[in-house]
């Protein structure tokens, strides 16, 4: 599988890409908030643990606000090892008392799914996918624009299909890659 870190690129690319999508709706409060994210998945359907990758922007940083955020992760299974690549839009609420904040949220999108073979270059056919995920994340503001804190929530992918082709000759089966997520996250406020 790929290190998430090269992807990093892509990534600020596409949270830029929310920062202008969102940014009409900043007129009326004109600061933002960028998060990123990095934990794991508790799959559900005996996959390994897989490393989450995730950066969200919010606009307004504060109240109601529409966020946008792209986000992989990877897993894998006895001979699999499957990547699963989300964009996401939703509504988040953001409120603080002294320098603690909470913050729900609840989005949806496209996940872009691949799978391959491990020690082999042959290719395993994985569906793409309706996804959604509700959050929570508890933040600390350690400096002004700056906070760090976790989040959970559950990502469910609306059930991919694997397509194994000449390697078992069987109909394609439905994979159950939904799980509980912990991240660590870092905020940045502007």
Not at 37 to 51: I, P
Not at 78 to 97: D, I, K, N, P, Q
Request: glycine share 10%; hydrophobic share 45%; aromatic share 10%.
């Amino acid at each position: 599988m790929s290190d998430p870190g090269d992807d990093l690129l892509k990534y600020i690319s596409l949270a830029l890409f929310a920062i202008l999508t969102c940014a009409p709706s900043a007129v009326a409060q004109p600061r933002a908030a960028i998060t990123a994210d990095f934990g794991v998945v508790a799959v559900e359907q005996g996959l390994e643990t897989a490393r989450l990758l995730r950066a969200t922007a919010r606009i307004p940083a504060r109240g109601w606000a529409g966020a946008v955020a792209v986000g992989r992760f990877e897993t894998e299974s006895r001979f699999l090892e499957f990547t699963f690549t989300r964009m996401l839009g939703g509504v988040a609420y953001s409120g603080s008392v002294g320098r603690l904040g909470i913050s729900p949220a609840f989005l949806a999108g496209y996940a872009f799914n691949s799978a391959d073979v491990k020690g082999s270059a042959q290719q395993v056919k994985l569906t793409n996918c309706f996804t959604w995920e509700p959050e929570i994340a508890l933040m600390l503001q350690v400096l002004r624009h700056v906070g760090i804190g976790g989040s959970a929530g559950y990502i469910s992918l609306r059930r991919p299909k694997v397509d194994f082709g000449n390697l078992r000759g069987s109909p394609p089966e439905i994979l159950r890659a939904d799980g509980f997520v912990a991240a660590v996250r870092v905020e940045l406020v502007f």
